[in-house]
């Protein structure tokens, strides 16, 4: 009898879901469907806020790269000896000469310039250029040095005279002019800020030495410069005349021909 009354009940149950009326059902689906719509809609808002937290790491990773660039030394284009100082014998009320070597360490064609906070009493020679890859010079700057104030000593002068150097790539072989350093001047860099430092030209010592080394060097560069070019081809004389070996050698052949037919006759 008890088994009889469970499934009797049981049938009942079941009955009673398939008479449950249409709009009940409708509700329960709708209810079911909006949960999971609820869920779905929770787990992309997730997912948004995933890619929101990536992207932001992404943009703080980059921003963080950029400063740390930033705060990199640049890598220098030229080599510069000295370094970072001019030498020049103190000799006051003259014009007095400093020398700097520059050598293109890049593999492209650089172009350089100088610039000082003192145009009217100092000048370079050459004040730019344009070095070819592995090419180096020997730059000559000139100083007036102004006579001492209050009686100071050659060692406790001191110039607020600064030079600097800066650098540009170019694309191969051109001319040298000023203005590229204006067209493309988010490509020049600064390679160095030099002092002025002044030594006795009585006194030996290392830097006045390799000074007079240095400007040796730019004198002779200087020398060959102006000298004219080796005649690599045939000789111009006058103006359209042109003397070759095959022309003499045509002009002695006539003449011997012309011997030899004296000589038959």
Known sequence: MAVASEKTGAEGKVWSL???????????????????????????????????????????SIAVSSMAKSFLPTRRRLRLDPSNKLFFP???GKQVRSAIGIKNTCKSHVAFKFQTTAPKSCYMRPPGGILAPGESIVATV??????????????DHKSKVKFKIM??????????????????????????????IFVDPQRPSPALEKLKRQLADADAALEASKKPPEETGPRIVGEGLVIDEWKERRERYLARQQVEGVDSV
């Open 90 to 92: 103190y000799e006051p």
């Open 167 to 196: 650098s540009l790539k170019v694309k191969g072989e051109m001319d040298y002019v000023p203005e590229l350093f204006d067209e493309q001047r988010d490509q020049v860099a600064v390679e160095q800020i030099l002092r002025v």
């Open 18 to 60: 398939c008479k449950m009326p249409f709009w009940q059902t409708s509700i329960a689906s709708s209810s079911s469907s909006s949960s999971s719509f609820a869920s779905s809609a929770t787990v992309s808002g997730q997912h948004q806020s995933h890619q929101a937290v990536e992207r932001s790491s992404l943009h703080s």
């Open 142 to 155: 000139f100083k007036f040095v102004e006579p001492p104030e209050n009686n100071e000593k050659p060692i």
